[in-house]
């Protein structure tokens, strides 16, 4: 029985910065950033981090599978917002997934989204599956070239066995202690090494030793390989890269520079996503992840591959974009310029451990309640059933509403309210199946604005920040669903 990759996704924020803006802005202090200024970078908004891209890439990737199959979950990121606290953990249940189940942060380095892929492909899939995610939301110093390349985002693959996509060839894993950055638990940003030395000392010895020793393992010839994922270095590096090891330049899948930026370790299995979308039955496609040694996967798609729909992939994403030129905005949502928020700001925002573990069921999973007795369903859970003919006590069972298609009923803009994102926009929105919710709005764009009626879908982002005491809540809000966008 074939060993490969079931169902796949991706997420990348809306918001695209432009790289003009960036440059304009450091014009005076740093005018080198001009030769990087062309195109976008993904730029997450004030309430995003790599947990909440995580759940966004996860539920492109399951929306037609089975949850409760997973039985493993393994998420890769250099910017997981808890050091000490599993962040799988809180992303399982924001999934829900079954509670059975096994979760696995893996962190420090670049390549932490291909090592969760290849653990995840030579675990024991105990007759289910394994969901690996990779996702990253680095912040970055003003006037870095790391601002410049840097973007944020998440892809997700379903692993496991029987009709695959795409089966698993071979894997090879090199591990060296090559420090071309770092970051330490004191440090706010990444340092960077020379780059020409990390490119000619790194690289160019890393990765084709690494490639080498799979394609001799597997006995395929590197003219075989047709589409070759390789996140490091620019389109000019990758050329070189494969002229290296024999491969084809048209085999090069896109790096992304253009239009998204590198997403660190969200960015090889980005990549093998896009990969997916174009590649024909019985390709093959080699995904390397670069960072203190290299992993390398060889996949081979399959006639399965033609019958998928990737709707929910790197493309669609692609083209769901929103033109970002405010510079300003992007240095406030990271933190990376003290604004003046004002005494509503000022409210302590100590989290209560205990009331949010009490509470998990719907701040995390967002999970309703349907009354046995008579079948509406309702939101939050009460004691009471809220049909005025029915007003059963304790009759209702948990009901999943975070995938659940919903319309806008009312909406506010506030600009007394607090809000990172001026103004604040919330609402009542009515689930098609039954229940209504007073909720925060996300991803409003002002200029379009809502109405009544429109289509809104839910999203999981942070509700708060407790930066007094380095916690942060989450919670589901509703966004709106514009014509352009599609479902």
């Known amino acids: ?74 998420i890769g990121s250099t910017s997981f917002p808890f050091l000490d606290r599993q962040n799988a953990a809180l992303v399982a249940e924001a999934l829900s997934l079954s509670p059975n189940l096994r979760t696995f942060d893996l962190a420090s380095s670049r390549k932490a989204g291909t090592s969760a892929l290849l ?30 390349t840097y973007g944020d985002g998440a892809a997700a693959v379903l692993v496991g066995e029987g009709d695959v996509l795409a089966e698993l060839v071979g894997s090879h894993t090199l591990s060296v202690d090559f420090i071309d950055h770092f970051r330490t638990g004191e440090s706010e940003f990444d340092y960077h090494w020379e780059a020409r030395w990390v490119r000619e000392e790194g690289v160019m010895k890393i990765v084709p030793e690494a490639v080498t020793a799979l394609l001799h393992r597997t006995a395929v010839g590197a003219s075989d390989i047709r589409h070759f994922c390789c996140p490091v270095g620019s389109a000019r590096e990758q050329a070189a890269l494969v002229h290296a090891l024999g491969i084809s330049a048209d085999a ?35 995904v390397a992840g670069f960072g203190q040694g290299c992993d390398v996967l060889l996949f081979r798609a399959t006639e399965a591959l033609a019958r998928q729909s990737s709707g929910g992939g790197l493309q669609a994403n692609l083209a769901n974009r929103l033109e970002e030129s405010n510079y300003f905005k992007f240095l406030s949502f990271n933190r990376l310029i003290t604004m003046e928020h004002g005494i509503r700001a000022e409210t302590d925002k100590n989290t209560g451990l205990s009331t949010a573990y009490r509470n998990r069921a719907l701040t995390t999973g967002f999970h309703g309640g349907r009354c ?71 991803d409003v764009q002002v200029e379009r604005g809502l109405h009544v009626g429109m289509p809104m879908r839910m999203v999981f982002r942070v509700r708060d920040y407790d930066h007094k005491r380095g916690f942060r809540r989450y919670y589901w809000k509703a966004a709106p669903v514009y014509q352009d966008q599609g479902d």
């Open 1 to 74: 029985m074939s060993t490969g990759v079931l169902a796949f996704g991706a997420y990348l924020p809306q918001r695209r910065l432009q790289r003009q803006a960036i440059a304009a802005a450091h014009a005076w202090f740093e005018p080198s950033l001009a030769a990087l200024a062309r195109g976008e970078r993904s730029m997450g908004g004030w309430d995003e981090d790599s947990n909440t891209l995580s759940v966004e890439a996860a539920r492109a990737c399951l929306a037609a599978q089975d949850r409760q199959q997973v039985n493993s979950l393994y």
């Open 119 to 148: 653990a995840a492909c030579e675990g024991d899939f105990h007759g289910g599956s394994a969901l690996v995610i990779a996702s990253d939301k680095r912040r970055t110093k003003a006037a870095s070239s790391a601002e410049m």
């Open 252 to 286: 090069l899948v896109d790096n992304l520079e253009t239009h998204c930026g590198n997403t660190g370790a969200a960015h090889p299995v980005l990549m093998l996503v896009g990969a997916l979308e174009a590649a024909q039955p019985g390709q093959l496609i080699l």
């Open 372 to 442: 046995r007795e008579c079948g509406t369903l309702q939101i939050p859970m009460a004691p009471i059933c809220v049909n005025p003919d029915c007003a059963a006590v304790d009759s209702q069972d948990p009901h999943p509403f975070a995938d659940a298609a919903a319309v806008l009923r009312s909406y506010t803009s506030d600009r007394l309210t607090y809000s990172p994102n001026p103004p604040a926009w919330y609402g009542m929105i009515q689930f098609e199946q039954g229940g209504r919710i007073m909720i925060d709005f996300t």
